[in-house]
């Protein structure tokens, strides 16, 4: 089975620009997560898509942040503008069922300069 | 609000020690707890899923336990391995949306 792919595996970028992810979950995974892990830190989350909608984002700073899952499949992440506290590795997970394991993606590690 | 901790935040230990780290959360209305493994510059990835019905559970080397009423899980690992070394992250389920907290996680180092 194909793990989560997400890309891109790096990006460098300016604070006050833009920049968006995106995330291919493991392929009938209804649920779907996005989650920060700044240095040292757990993850934190983000939001989460069960199919297209919105489960939970009460944690996104959604004044520059924003996420969207079309067709209830890939999912992409923006931060427009970007600040230099949101370097951080971003990453998606999925699973299928609520008592199932989580699957990560590799992540994308944003660094704003 | 679920608050997970997680001690010792680093380990070293020599090859062949016996170890155990251990998860520590506020809320014991979980649906899981689930260990993962964190390589540097890596995603996660899933050792061992406990349900709330579960008492342990068991993969090779590994053993994970849980005390739903006390809020604590402790993973065993035995004889460790150099390849052992990386940062070991607990999560709990919480919630009819399945929300998953995480706790900081504890680095390993096991050295030669």
């Known amino acids: 089975e194909a793990g989560v792919a997400q890309s891109p595996r790096y990006k460098i970028i300016e604070k006050r620009q833009s920049v968006a992810f995106w995330c291919n979950p493991i392929s009938g995974h209804a649920t779907l997560y996005w989650y920060q892990q700044i240095l040292g830190q757990g993850p934190k989350l983000l939001i989460q898509?069960?199919?297209?909608?919105?489960?939970?984002d009460s944690q996104l700073p959604k004044d520059r942040f924003s996420a969207e899952r079309l067709k209830g499949v890939d999912s992409t992440l923006k931060i427009q503008p970007a600040k230099l506290e949101d370097s951080a590795v971003y990453l998606c997970?999925?699973?299928?069922?609520?008592?199932?394991?989580?699957?990560f993606g590799n992540g994308t590690r944003l660094t704003v300069t | 609000k679920q608050e997970v901790t997680q001690i010792p935040a680093a380990l070293s230990v020599p090859e062949g020690e016996n170890l155990v780290l251990n998860c520590s959360f506020t809320?014991?209305?979980?649906?899981?707890l689930q260990w993962f493994r964190q390589d540097p510059g890596k995603g996660l990835t899933s050792l061992l899923l406990?349900?709330?019905?579960?008492r342990e559970q068991t993969s090779g080397r590994l053993n994970a336990s849980l005390d739903k009423s006390s809020g604590r899980s402790t993973l065993y690992i035995a004889a460790s391995q150099p390849g052992d070394s990386a940062t070991y992250l607990c999560a709990v389920t919480t919630g009819t949306a399945s929300k998953l907290t995480f706790g900081t996680g504890t680095r390993l180092q096991v050295t030669l």
């Open positions: 406990i349900q709330s019905s579960q």
């Open positions: 997970a999925s699973k299928d069922l609520s008592n199932s394991p989580l699957h």
């Open positions: 898509f069960q199919n297209n909608g919105v489960v939970d």
């Open positions: 809320d014991s209305a979980i649906y899981n």
